[in-house]
């Protein structure tokens, strides 16, 4: 195209525009065809989808929106901070801080309570790896505490393990159970160091009807779908502590969207370092919302389902059933127990899905698992000597002893009796009665 002749007369000086206006029409930036594709992920019949299609048109939306970012002064909350007022709400807690995982959740926490080189981060020794390795992730060194027969940190392990390096105490609630908190928390606080709960597999459940996530310093939860609330992938942060929360939206939102005024200076010392960006998405949000509602009808479900069994079943002298430290607070997913020895654990297996149960064991040539520390491969290239099995030998031990029976919040009454009946066959059958 040859050169465009215009007046030569400037605008500013009283000429004519060059651009007087523009023709293009935009397009929504998220329309129908997205709309649709989040739809179809759902699973929707063709005939749903051309339906939806018909009700809905791109003239419907603004031109340029709408957009799925969190932080763009819109009229309305967006879907992230109704989530997080949301989640405030149910916690009763001052401060949520909604972020894109579980693992995002633990790193932005761990660096808030000053993790970083040089400095040590204790974890349960079963629990799951990404709560060590958020710790890794800034430098610092994870130490292991063994664990007694309810698979949570073991309280009476972890006060030698502390020195002058260590910056947190991070329980996790395991598998939805909680993890003993008041002589950890007290052990922590004694040695003026943070508790960080990792909430991921056990939100909802209560410790003496507080409920986790607020008993320590800090709670972080993952959201995500493999968890008992969460759609996609999604994490939490919260906490009580003003300048605790303010740390992880640094953390968690480098770019400072969260503060007042985005670009002033630092309002007090220490307010600014260098974070990432770990925001959760509006449509995670969206979504989060809803299951944040929901929460307290699954774990009052699967409450129900656990007790129901749980006080059915006999006593054998050849198992332990899995130690709770607050049989009303945890929320009990999973039936566990550890067999005498690993002979028994695979008859025991056997015999209970023989009989429609669906029972897992481990045993001593169990595939290499990330809920045991003895297994983290990826923290081995800078820990490995954090991860041998004798510096907790109940947990390896246990570990490899486990008999997990997945338990389902949506079974009925007589669903459990079921369930409950065949295992007091099983084990009549292998076991003594104690
Ligand atoms: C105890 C625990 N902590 C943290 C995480 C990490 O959560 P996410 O997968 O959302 O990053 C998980 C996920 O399995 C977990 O079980």
Redesign the pocket.
């Known amino acids: 195209m040859g050169e465009t002749m215009v007046a030569t007369e400037l605008a500013i000086n009283g000429g004519p525009k060059a651009v007087e206006r523009i023709a293009g029409r935009g397009e929504p930036k998220v329309g129908v065809a997205e709309l649709l594709s989040i739809a179809e992920r759902f699973g929707f019949s063709d005939q749903a989808l051309a339906r939806l299609s018909t009700a809905v048109s791109d003239d419907d939306l603004p031109v340029g929106g709408p957009h799925l970012g969190r932080y763009y002064g819109s009229a309305k909350p967006s879907m992230g901070e109704r989530f997080e007022a949301a989640a405030r709400e149910l916690f009763d807690v001052k401060h949520a801080y909604a972020v894109c995982?579980?693992?995002?959740?633990?790193h932005a926490a761990m660096v808030a309570v000053g993790a970083g080189p040089g400095t040590e981060v204790i974890c349960p020794a079963t629990?799951?790896l990404?709560?060590s390795m958020?710790a890794a992730l800034t430098g610092a060194t994870p130490v292991f505490c063994d664990v007694d027969e309810s698979l949570q940190m073991d309280p009476n392990r972890l006060e030698p393990l502390l020195t002058e390096r260590t910056v947190a105490v991070v329980p996790?609630?395991?598998w939805g159970f909680v993890a003993d908190l008041a002589p950890i928390v007290a052990i922590a606080r004694g040695h003026g160091v943070k508790v960080v709960e990792?909430c991921?597999?056990a939100p909802g459940a209560t410790y003496r009807g507080q409920r986790v996530g607020t008993v320590g310093d800090l709670g972080?939860f993952?959201?995500?779908a493999?968890?008992i609330i969460g759609g996609g992938?999604?994490?939490m942060v919260v906490t009580n502590d003003d300048r605790l929360f303010d740390r992880v939206c640094q953390a968690a939102e480098g770019g400072g969207l969260w503060r007042p005024d985005r670009f002033g200076p630092e309002r007090y010392p220490g307010e600014l370092f260098v974070g990432a960006n770990y925001r959760m998405s509006e449509l995670e949000s969206a979504v989060n919302v809803v299951q944040m509602a929901k929460l307290d009808g699954v774990v009052g479900r699967y409450r129900a389902v656990w007790r129901r069994i749980r006080e059915q079943l006999g006593r054998y002298r050849e198992v332990v059933w899995q130690k709770s430290n607050d049989p009303d607070g945890d929320i009990g997913y999973r039936l566990r127990c550890f067999p005498a020895d690993h002979d028994l654990g695979a008859r025991l297996t056997a015999a209970l899905r023989a009989e429609g149960i669906g029972a897992g064991y481990r045993g001593p040539e169990g595939h290499p698992d990330w809920?045991v520390f003895c297994d983290m491969f990826p923290l081995f290239a800078e820990h490995a000597d954090r991860c041998r099995r004798e510096l907790c030998p109940v947990a390896a031990d246990l570990y490899n002893r486990s008999l997990g029976i997945g338990l389902d919040q949506w079974w009925t009454p007589e669903d459990c009796d079921a369930v409950a009946g065949g295992i007091n066959k099983v084990m009549s059958a292998l076991c003594t009665r104690a």
Not at 101 to 106: F, I, Q, V
């Open positions: 995982n579980g693992t995002s959740a633990l629990g799951f990404a709560t958020a996790t609630h395991h990792d991921a597999q972080c993952s959201i995500s493999y968890k992938e999604g994490g809920h």
